[in-house]
């Protein structure tokens, strides 16, 4: 019962898709929204199958992924294992919080210009950029998953014994593994974020400079095919998220 109430949801969710598309069709050929503003999907559509053929989309598409995914790979290495151990340790919590503090309120394009300034147009300034965007609020997210873990529990599990190691491997991690991963998923659209932005600014490739690039030559399709590419893989990228989480974190399915 609950499948086909699933798949009934599924075909109202096209349904409406196609509606939108269909009315915004109409209203683009009966002249009421100017193509130069609001081009038809037709015409997005005509555009996605030009750039497919001389290979650009998929070239711009590759490289914005390849750097949000180095980038926040990277920062989810660093940022995982220093946020379990900060989150367990008052002490050390207390050294770093104000780094921590001065450095979570700054946006990603806040470090572009001194990205530029130390690494140039280059791909690792991209993943710096994505890097710095991501981590703060990655750590803080790791945190306060480590926190959240019943004192009580840690406590019982050294009073029967347990080594640190041990508490680690068999309380910390699997009690605050599900709150980590919900938290890296949002990160990863941040991380799209900002390395759209970088990429707006400073890029010879990627989504970002394809919809700059768009936007210069009043090429509207373009800029909104961007747009939709990124939307398509982040989607992509987070069903596969999702298939991760549950090889991860298989007591939590329902």
């Avoid at 949801?9 to 683009?28: A, N, Q």
């Avoid at 949002?186 to 690039?213: D, H, K, P, Q, Y």
């Amino acid at each position: 019962m609950t499948s086909k109430s699933n798949s009934n949801l599924v075909f109202v969710s096209l349904g409406s898709l196609l509606v939108f598309l269909g009315l915004w069709e109409f209203l683009c050929r009966m002249g009421f929204i100017e193509p130069l503003f609001m081009p038809s999907p037709t015409q997005i559509l005509a555009r996605a199958v030009k750039m497919i053929g001389d290979g650009s989309l998929v070239q711009h598409t590759l490289a914005s992924t390849r750097r949000v995914m180095v980038g926040f790979i990277v920062s989810s290495l660093v940022a995982i294992p220093f946020g379990i151990f900060l989150g367990s340790s008052r002490f050390f919590m207390a050294v770093f919080d104000p780094f921590i503090s001065l450095l979570r309120p700054l946006p990603s394009m806040s470090w572009i210009p001194l990205s530029l300034l130390w690494l140039g147009i280059t791909e690792t300034q991209k993943y710096s950029i994505v890097f710095m965007g991501s981590f703060a609020p990655s750590l803080l997210y790791i945190i306060e998953a480590t926190k959240s873990i019943d004192p009580l529990l840690v406590r019982a599990a050294r009073n029967l014994g347990a080594s640190n190691l041990d508490v680690m491997r068999e309380v910390i991690l699997p009690g605050s593994l599900p709150q980590i991963i919900a938290g890296l998923k949002v990160m990863l659209g941040i991380a799209w974020t900002c390395i759209i932005s970088a990429e707006l600014v400073a890029a010879r490739e990627g989504l970002g400079f394809m919809i700059m690039n768009g936007k210069e030559y009043f090429q509207t399709d373009t800029v909104l095919l961007g747009m939709v590419m990124i939307s398509i893989t982040v989607m992509i990228i987070d069903v596969l998220f999702r298939k991760f989480e549950r090889r991860l974190l298989p007591w939590t399915r329902q």
